[in-house]
């Protein structure tokens, strides 16, 4: 087992980032944020004052009106970049939301993103799927590959396959009532998962020859434990990119990168 790290692509957004003289600002906009979104915001915040870029740490109340979401977000420059961490509190409103902001989207939440991220647009991706497209660009060349992806959700799955599949590769999406899992993994050029099971995939379904990019995150006894059991696969000739220091801290370099492109 190789284990893959990002450390050369992060260099190359970190490079660009530190010679880059970035005006626009990010608007972090939340409600009631869970634990893990909070940890994600402050991450944020902290590659924000890494690089001197200027945020706006902005939390809505539950009974807040999409409009003044909306007018809120407008107010700032066009460049300025914005992201809103889902659920939201599971904000029943969120289609007015995607709908109505205009200034530039830094993680693939508006429709107008959307739609050109079903054209294959890297840039509009959001900022996670398009964290592990630039990464698999890094390493390989993943036309007429077979790729499987275990996650269907609109942050991840779904436009990840888009874009890949767009890429020339064949793409499958499972979930946790696909029938044949273990042979749609077994059988795959790529496996791309972020289910947040911890340890859930084991030697059983994987073979030599293999590219692995574990994207979910559990808490197992204070630790950050991946979707594979990576100590199950010493003995196989595969390459794995782990949760641990993986796509998760090339996400939000490639969510501040967005500021400039």
Known sequence: MELLNTEKLKKQI???????????????????????????????IKKCQQFGIDYVDKEFDSDVNPSEIIDFANGFDKE???????PFDNYKFLDEVRTGIKIKDLDGFTYT??????????????????????????ITDVKGK?????????????PLATYLSRSRATVSI???ISKNQKDLIYNSDIFISAI??????????????QILIDVGTSYVNGMIV??????????LDIEVLTSKKGIGALTTLTLIEGLIN
Not at 19 to 44: D, R
Not at 80 to 86: A, V
Not at 113 to 131: C, F, R
Not at 146 to 153: D, E
């Open 14 to 44: 970190i490079d660009k980032l530190e010679k880059t003289q970035i005006n626009n600002k990010i608007l972090i906009l939340s409600m009631n944020p869970s634990s893990e979104e909070m940890s994600y915001k402050n991450f944020i």
């Open 80 to 86: 300025d970049g914005f992201i809103l961490l889902l």
């Open 113 to 138: 993103s959307q739609g050109k991220a079903l054209n294959g647009y890297l840039e509009y991706l959001p900022a996670t799927p398009k964290a592990i497209a630039k990464f698999l660009q890094s």
């Open 146 to 158: 077979n790729i499987t992806i275990a996650n269907r959700n609109t942050l991840i799955g779904l």
């Open 174 to 176: 499972i979930n946790s």
């Open 196 to 209: 947040g099971r911890a340890n859930h995939y084991d030697k059983s379904y994987f073979r030599d020859g």
């Open 226 to 235: 991946g979707d594979i059991d990576y100590q199950d696969l010493s003995d």
